[in-house]
């Protein structure tokens, strides 16, 4: 138990995927403008990330162990295949939930945070809970990353900024603050 | 014959430059910057993710482009996709076999290479469309681009953060080292700093242009009414 939980704050906070590996900086910088999306695209986010564990893991066990060339193949085609066959079914069964979702899951399918997830994940070694626990923290942590992002940039829009900062020079500025901060999380590891 | 090869050859090296610096993927476009920040802390490590992205690109976009007319529309992205991965697969046995100091270093980041935008951006916008020379000129002009943006980067940070520059010293022993550069934290601040640098000089570029065109116009108000009046005379 103990061990998954720290799976999960790793993932979360200390070794958040945008802030301190740079994954998904993509949607972080183009698309949090408004707090209300980003935090839908974080939670399309976590949902794409838990199937892409069952799907890393499922590969990783049963099929790569006899052709470990296909490995990053087969993990970008199944995942994409399977997020789209997820997206029909819930379009058919909860219409509502594929509204919230809706137009993210196809877009965040070949972000680099989810192959980067299955690739993290298979190469720590981990089992199918680990796995899952581990795509929650990752989801988690991306979707506060988005979520903090889209609030400060917010709060900036009132702001009188030079015009020379606008735009994706201040992101950046704004995303190195954000990501000095976690830096502090890590503190969490030594201490245990 | 002699004109059309020499406009052939000029819109080739319109291509390659294009690329270079009018549309930076890194610095105008903003596009590819998971790995141009994660593995540009010291400028051996960028410079080896920049040839490797090259690499990909360039063999991916020639292979698009023979391709070009053989790929269905419909699954065009899927098979983008796929022929990026193999390369890509190639690429990171390659550095394992060969290089296997710089592939433990970058790690999982060669694989994340397939997930790059600058290089499904280039099949989908151009090499898909175009000739084979075109997309191979197109491709080596961002490919190049990319890596100036890296190297630049890399160089930066690895020069502050650790005081040495391809692990050679630079300072004497009473420098002390930025470490932030080094971290997560100083790739986002340098890269946004590098971006200022570049709106600064944009700016300074559009502001000398519109003195230029604002005296063109004055002189040529100027050329105009003298004109005008000349002929009235004559007309009188």
Redesign the interface.
């Known amino acids: 138990m103990g061990e998954l939980f720290w799976i999960f704050i790793s993932a979360l906070l200390v070794n958040n995927f945008v ?8 949607p972080f ?1 183009g698309v949090s403008n408004k707090l209300e999306t980003s935090f839908r695209l974080g939670l399309a986010n976590i949902f794409v990330m838990l199937i892409t564990a069952v799907c890393a893991w499922v590969l990783n066990t049963l099929i790569l162990p006899y052709a470990p ?1 296909l ?3 087969s993990f ?2 199944v995942i ?1 295949s399977t997020v789209q066959f997820v997206e029909m079914a819930i379009k058919k069964m909860s219409p509502e939930l594929f509204r919230a979702l809706g137009i993210f899951l196809p877009l965040i399918t ?3 945070a989810i ?2 997830l299955a ?2 994940a298979t ?1 720590k070694g981990y089992d199918l809970l680990e796995s899952l626990v581990y795509a929650l923290g990752a989801g988690g942590g991306v979707t506060l990353a988005f979520v903090l992002m889209a609030g400060i940039r917010e709060e900036s829009k009132i702001l009188d900024i030079p015009k ?2 606008e ?7 704004i ?3 954000l ?2 901060t976690f ?1 502090g999380f890590a503190g969490m590891f030594s201490s245990n | 014959m002699q004109a059309s090869q020499t406009s052939d050859r000029h819109r080739i090296a319109e291509e390659f430059l294009k690329g270079l610096w009018n549309d930076n993927p890194v610095f105008v476009m903003v596009l590819g910057m998971c790995p141009v920040l994660a593995v540009s802390n010291t400028a051996i490590n960028s410079l080896a993710m920049g040839l490797s992205t090259m690499f990909v690109l360039v063999f991916s976009s020639l292979l698009v482009s023979t391709f070009r007319k053989l790929i269905p529309s419909q699954v065009r992205i899927t098979t983008f996709i796929i022929i990026i991965a193999t390369f890509v697969t190639l690429v990171d046995m390659l550095l394992a076999a060969h290089f296997p100091f710089i592939h433990k270093e970058l790690g999982a980041f060669i694989s994340l290479i397939v997930v790059n935008c600058v290089i499904l951006g280039r099949q989908e916008a151009f090499s898909s469309k175009n000739a084979p020379k075109y997309a191979l000129a197109d491709a080596l002009g961002v490919s190049a681009g990319f890596v100036f943006a890296l190297f630049c980067l890399g160089s930066i940070r690895e020069i502050l953060g650790n005081g040495t520059f391809f692990n050679l010293p630079l300072f004497g022993a009473n420098f002390e080292p930025w470490v932030i550069m080094i971290l997560p934290p100083g790739g986002f601040f340098s890269l946004g700093f590098l971006l200022l640098l570049f709106n600064r000089i944009k700016q300074k570029r559009d502001a000398a242009k519109s003195q230029l065109k604002a005296a063109a116009s004055w002189k040529q108000n100027r050329y105009t009414t003298e004109y005008v009046t000349e002929k009235d005379e004559v007309d009188l």
């Open positions: 802030l301190a590996y740079f994954l998904g900086i993509c910088l060339y490995r990053l193949i970008i085609i994409a070949t972000n680099c192959l980067g690739l993290f190469n020379i900062v735009g994706t020079a201040l992101s950046l500025i995303a190195g603050v990501s000095l830096m």
